[in-house]
C-alpha cells in the first residue's frame, strides 16, 4: 500500500563503509523496482532498477539486490561517501498498472 | 532536454486561501503524477494523469483538491481554502508511458512546490 506516517529509520555509517539500506515491498506480483535518492529539499532521483527476472544488478558503487522469495529488496552502496547522505525509497510496480508504490524510506547519515 | 520543472518551488498561503502548483512534465512525457510528502514522511500518491484525462484521483480528498493536465500548458494540482494541514511539499513526477519507458521505467520527479499554510 501507500507509504505510511512513520518517522524514517536512520542508518548511520562511517565513510568509507559500505552501506545496505532494505525495503520491504507489498506486492508479490511487482515486477520493476526502482531504488530513488532523496536529498534534503530537492526532489527524488533515480539511482538504480531491477526487473523480476533478475536478482542482482550493480552500477557505479551501487548494487540491488530482489528477494522474491520473501519480498525485499536491498540497496548496497560501496564505499560511502558524504555525498551519499540522503533520503532512500525503494519503489515498486506491476507493469500492467500505472501506480508506483513507495517505501517508507531510509535516511542515510554518513560520518567523517 | 529539461527535466520535470515545477512552481512555485515555495508558496505561503494564508487559510482559506487557494494554492496552485503547477508542473510542466519532461518533453515528450505525457503521463504525470502528483505526490505528497510530509517533513520526514514517504511519498505519498495523489492523482495520476493523462493528456486532458484523471486516470487515477483515489489518493486525492474529495474536497478542496483538484488536479488538471490540459492539452495544452503545464498540470495543476489545485487546493482550495487551504488548511494548515495542507502544508507540506508537493511533487510531481512524469513518465512517457503508462508504466514508464521501454528501458527503464522510471518516474522522473521535479523539484517540489513546498506549501505552507500560516
Known amino acids: 500500500g501507500e507509504s505510511v506516517g512513520l518517522h524514517l529509520p536512520t542508518l548511520s555509517v562511517q565513510e568509507g563503509d559500505n552501506s545496505i539500506i532494505n525495503c520491504a515491498y507489498s506486492n508479490s506480483a511487482s515486477d520493476y523496482f526502482i531504488w530513488y535518492k532523496q536529498e534534503s529539499g530537492k526532489g527524488p532521483q533515480f539511482i538504480i532498477d531491477?526487473?523480476?527476472?533478475?536478482d542482482k544488478r550493480q552500477g557505479q558503487r551501487v548494487t540491488v539486490l530482489l528477494n522474491k522469495t520473501v519480498k525485499h529488496l536491498s540497496l548496497q552502496i560501496a564505499a560511502t561517501q558524504p555525498g551519499d547522505s540522503a533520503v532512500y525509497f525503494c519503489a515498486e510496480i506491476y507493469s500492467g498498472t500505472y501506480k508506483y508504490i513507495f517505501g517508507t524510506g531510509t535516511r542515510l547519515k554518513v560520518l567523517a | 532536454n529539461a527535466g520535470v520543472m515545477q512552481n512555485p518551488r515555495h508558496l505561503v498561503r494564508r487559510r482559506g486561501q487557494e494554492a496552485r502548483l503547477r508542473c510542466s512534465p519532461m518533453?515528450?512525457?505525457?503521463?504525470v503524477y502528483w505526490y505528497r510528502q510530509l517533513p520526514e514522511e514517504g511519498l505519498k500518491f495523489m492523482v495520476y494523469?493523462?493528456?486532458?484525462?484523471?486516470?487515477?484521483e483515489s489518493g486525492m480528498p474529495k474536497e478542496r483538491f483538484s488536479a488538471e493536465f490540459p492539452k495544452e500548458g503545464p498540470s495543476i494540482l489545485r487546493i482550495q481554502q487551504v488548511v494548515r494541514g495542507d502544508s507540506a511539499a508537493y511533487f510531481c513526477?512524469?513518465?512517457?508511458?503508462?508504466?514508464?519507458?521501454?528501458?527503464?521505467?522510471?518516474?522522473?520527479f521535479g523539484e517540489g512546490s513546498r506549501l505552507t499554510v500560516l
Open positions: 531491477i526487473r523480476s527476472n533478475m
Open positions: 513526477a512524469s513518465s512517457p508511458t503508462e508504466s514508464g519507458t521501454v528501458n527503464t521505467g522510471e518516474l522522473f
Open positions: 494523469l493523462q493528456k486532458e484525462n484523471i486516470i487515477d
Open positions: 518533453k515528450g512525457h505525457s503521463h
